[in-house]
Each structure stands twice: as C-alpha cells, then as structure tokens.
C-alpha cells in the first residue's frame, strides 16, 4: 500500500483541488462547539507581536487523486472550515484600501479559493463539496454570489460557522488593516496540517479506518459506512449511498439522528452479537474475526448496508410509538410500554429488532404485550435496567429465529416466563404493600389503575377506555393527604402512620378533575366523610371508583355485579383494614392484567 504524508501549510493547498465526494457526510460543525474551538485553538497560539510565530498543527486529512483533482476521504468538516475562514478573510479584506503588498495577501487568499483554468476556460473551485446537502452553497459563497434557495441543515451550520469566523476576525480589523493582515499571515503559513495521499479508495478507507481506531475521530456510525464503502464494488457506491441516506433520514423521523450509535448498537445486539456490547466497542467487534463472520459485510457490504436501512425504519417507527402517550398508533402495545416502562425507554427494541424483518405488525404486538407485563413485574420488584438489558441481549438470540407468534409463544416459555415466575412470590409481597409513588410519573400511574380499570370492565362486559380518557384523569387519595386541622383518628398510631396507608396503592383512585375538586373539601374525619366522598364517587366514569360506593351497582344479576360480589371490591368505610383489602384485590386485578402467553405469571 503506497501513502505519502507531508507536512502543508495552507497556502500550500493552492497546489491541489479538492472534492468531498457524495456518500461522505455533511457539515456538521456547530458554530458554539466545533467552530469555537477551531476559532479558540488557533487564537491560543497566534502572537500577533511576535516577529518568529510557531507552526501550529490542526490534523490531518487523507485524500486519493481522481482525475486530477483529489477526493477528500477523511478531513472534510476541517477543509470545509478552513476555506470557510478564507471567504471570511476575503470578504473583510475586499471593500477595504489596501496598499500594495495588502493587495498580495488578499490575491494569495482568493487564489486559495478558486483559480482561473486557461484549458478549460473555466474558474475551478479549490473546493467542491458533492454530498446533496451542499446544494452548491460553499460554491457560490466562494465565488461570491448570494444564495437563494432552500437551506438544508448542513448549509445552515456552514453558514453560522462563516459567520461566526468573520464576527471573530473584524476584532483583528478593529485593531487596524496591520492586524487583520498579520493574522492572515499566520494563517496562510503557520497553521498546518499532515496532508496523506493514499494510492485508491480501498487503502484510504484502510487509513482513516486506523486513525479513527486510534484517536478520537468519527464514531462507529460513520465507520461502518465508509466501511461499507470500502468493501463495496464502484457500481455499488451509489446504492449505498441512497441507503445510507435512507438510514439517516429514519433517525431523523423519530428524532434519534444526534444519537446513531444507540440505534447501530441495538442493531448490533439484536440481530448479531452474543450479549451486551457497549458503544466503545462496536467499531472492533464489527471488524473483529467474529464480526466479520457474523455480518458478511466484506463479501456482502450492500446487503448489510439494505438491512441497516430496513431495521433502521422499524426502529424508528417503534421509537415514535414507544414515544406517543396517546392512543391512535400502528403499534398500540408498543405505546403501552411508553407508559409502563417511561416513554424515553429504549430497551425493549433489543427484543422487537431481534425479530425476523420479514414478520409483520402482529408478531411485533404480540411480543410487545409480553414485553409490557414484563416491565410491569420488573418495575414493581424493582430490578434495574442494566440486569434488563443483559436479559433482553440474551433472549434476543432466540428471537432472531422465530417466524411466527406461535414460535414467539415458545421463546417466551423457554426464557421470559421462567425468569418472572421464579418472582412471582416476591412480586405479590411486594406489591401488598406498595406506594403509588412507586409508580412515577404520573401518567404511568395513570396508565396502570386505567389498565386494571379495563380489566374490570372487560370482566363486566362493558367497553373498554383508551388513553385519552386515562390521561385525563386525576389521582385521587381517597383516605385524604391533609385532613382536616391535621386531625387524624384513633386507629393510626402517629400521622408517620396515617401517612404510610394514605399514599399506598391501595387508598388510590382515578376520577374526573370536577369531581376531585368536590371531593377534596371532604377531609373532616370526626365527621361522615367517606360517606359523602361515595356519593360522589357515584357519578364517576370510572368503575373502580364507582364501587368504591358500596350501594352502586347495575341492574340485579349484570357481570359488574359479579365481579363486585365475587372480588368483595364492596366498601361501607374506610380506613386502615379497607386499604388493605383493596390492596390485595388490586394485586388479584394486576395478574388478570399482565399476563403471559394470555395466563396468569402465578397460573
């Protein structure tokens, strides 16, 4: 493999147009991060009254030549910058009264920009910048023509960075015409940069992949693209740059794309590794023996490329379902885990990604309602999330293939069931004698008295209620948060006491804003407040607190009335033995609920 390194100053890329070909990625330097800190390095070592100024070394970038001109494989966000500071630079330098030897050094900048090719009878760009991002943004800044179309991200960060150096570069200017000049002075020749020329793109790709590898460089999202560009035929490029903008654009849609390698590392653990593999790590366990044997992607790269793009969209798709805290979705138990599991969670992708690409919505909804009664379980014992995740990477295995819910169904016998039903004893004793806080925030608790809610409705063959009716309700201390002059009675050994049944789970319900409002001036309990809160309770929506009125019921021998005299959910008063009690149905309720396989975890 042939390379040559040099050592260039910037007023020697004059010698050299430069292409960013099109599969690379876009601009992404932020004018408050990156740009600042090109801005800040190259301030730190300028000594404007200094006569001898030191060399200043910014990093490197790799190129190959192609058709005499060079395409940029690793250095570009730099480059970009630099002929960014060159427009800048011209731009204060052009209106300006210069003398003579002024004059030379805003000649040098421009020739750093463009150059005037008599064979072709052409200005050639120092820079030309492909990716479709661009839109043709840096051409016209460099040849000094206002831009008018449509800006893409990419051109609205060149376009801050440009300005954010210019604004810098006017405080040299504000000093005096000298200043600005001996800044572009050091500029031109003291900021320099390794300048690696590799013989073809396979051995480029080879170098940036070493450097990356080494240092702190891209991350493994941008690795395994040029990765699969490396492997990959010249007739493929441009497929895998469609698919790789595929990919992009689905992370986008689900607002993952400043986040790749959360997505590229459950991709990764889903569908190949054996168990957890930290992010650190993926670039190496991909170009690893293993990986390599696992992914194909060196006799394969477009297939590996065509299944990134198709996970990419599942991902996204379950993402924003996981995300939606409303009803009305494609995937319904996959929100249901938004609420049980908090809806920034993530985790149970490793298991629906794991799933064959070729099985459709019901399998993944079947799956995801077994992943939600896990959570359920998982939380209310509270296992930690990081022992989850070892599970699901675990499970996953088996996932990979499955082609049917029945084959989903003997998965879980094998591996998710077992494991919640050696806890089953733990999850009933804790559960008796849970805190609703427990179940924080509010809209996951919320949502879990509106499922048990459901429950019930379905055992008493009325209609279930979606999450917007759920999300709409308050949470109701039925035993109350302040009683009355702090007056508490006789049965509670100390408010500690009365304060330890009153945020149970159990002394909990769900009612109407209206209502809540009526029934939080019943807290005087010398007198018959539970009595009034009944009434009240009455007119509710909600069934579970209807039956909290132990005179509310439907007609004589209807399925509410079963289930009210089969589960005594039937209370004349209220008070430590009542919480108790409607505790323990509440436990009974919660495994009718979440269930796997469509059978209780105790069963």
Not at 18 to 29: C, G
Not at 256 to 284: C, S, T, V, W
Request: aromatic share 12%; hydrophobic share 35%; glycine share 4%.
């Amino acid at each position: 493999m042939e390379i040559n390194a040099d050592v260039k100053s910037i007023s020697k890329l004059k010698d050299y147009f430069f292409i960013v070909p099109d599969y690379q990625r876009e601009y992404v330097w932020k004018p408050d991060d990156q740009v600042e800190q090109f801005i800040i390095d190259i301030d730190n070592e300028f000594e404007p009254n200094q006569k001898d100024q030191r060399s200043y070394f910014i990093g490197s970038m790799i190129i190959i030549e192609n058709g005499g001109k060079h395409d940029v494989i690793d250095g570009q966000q730099r480059l970009t910058t630099i002929i960014l500071s060159l427009c800048a630079i011209r731009d204060l330098l052009k209106p300006l009264d210069l003398d003579k030897k002024q004059k030379k050094y805003l000649q040098t900048v421009e020739e750093l920009l463009s150059d005037f090719d008599i064979n072709t009878d052409e200005t050639m760009l120092r820079l030309e910048l492909q990716y479709a991002e661009s839109k043709d943004f840096l051409n016209m800044l460099i040849v000094g023509d206002n831009y008018t179309d449509d800006k893409t991200t990419s051109i609205i960060k060149m376009e801050q960075a440009f300005e954010k150096l210019k604004s810098h570069f006017e405080r040299y200017l504000k000093e005096g015409v000298h200043r600005l000049i001996t800044f572009t002075r050091y500029f031109l020749t003291k900021i320099e940069l390794v300048l690696i020329e590799s013989e073809n793109l396979s051995s480029a790709l080879k170098i940036f992949e070493t450097i990356n590898q080494r240092g702190s460089g891209l991350n493994a999202m941008d690795l395994v693209k040029n990765l699969l560009f490396s492997q990959a035929s010249e007739l493929d490029f441009q497929k895998i740059k469609e698919t790789w903008k595929n990919i992009n654009a689905n992370l986008q849609s689900c607002n993952e794309q400043q986040n790749p390698l959360r997505f590229l590392r459950y991709f990764i653990m889903a569908r190949y590794h054996d168990g957890i593999i930290r992010e650190d790590d993926i670039y190496k366990w991909i170009i690893s023996k293993e990986g390599k044997k696992a992914t194909s992607y060196e006799s394969k790269p477009l297939e590996l490329a065509r299944e990134l793009e198709r996970i990419s969209k599942r991902y996204s798709d379950l993402v924003l379902a996981t995300e939606m805290i409303k009803e009305g979705g494609d995937y319904p138990n996959v929100t249901n885990i938004g609420y049980v599991n908090k809806y920034k969670s993530r985790q149970h992708l490793v298991l629906l990604l794991a799933l064959n690409i070729s099985l459709g919505k019901d399998e993944i909804e079947y799956l995801a309602q077994q992943i939600e009664s896990f959570f359920f379980y998982s939380n209310t014992i509270g296992i930690q999330a990081k022992n989850n995740e070892r599970l699901f990477a675990k499970w996953s295995l088996e996932l990979r293939a499955v082609n049917s819910i029945d084959e989903i169904k003997t998965v879980l016998n094998e591996t998710m069931i077992p494991y919640i039903f050696e806890k089953v004893r733990e999850f009933k004793s804790t559960f008796l004698n849970i805190r609703h806080s427990s179940y924080n925030p509010l809209y996951r608790l919320r949502y879990l008295l509106g499922k048990i809610e459901n429950t019930v409705l379905s055992k008493s063959g009325l209609p279930a209620k979606g999450h917007n009716f759920f999300n709409s309700l308050q949470v109701e201390h039925i035993l109350p948060q302040t009683p009355k002059n702090d007056v508490i009675t006789e049965e509670f050994e100390d408010k500690d006491d009365y304060n330890n049944f009153v945020y149970k789970l159990g002394n909990v319900t769900l009612i109407e804003s209206q209502i809540n409002q009526a029934v939080n001036n019943f807290n005087d309990l010398s007198k018959n407040w539970f009595e009034k809160k009944q009434n009240e309770y009455s007119s509710s929506d909600v069934v579970t607190s209807n039956l909290l009125n132990h005179e509310y019921g439907i007609g004589k021998n209807t399925s509410l009335n079963k289930f009210r005299n089969d589960s005594q959910y039937s209370f004349k008063e209220w008070d430590k033995g009542s919480i108790v009690k409607r505790q323990s149905i509440l436990l009974e309720l919660a495994l009718e609920t979440w269930k796997f396989n469509d059978t209780r975890i105790d069963k």
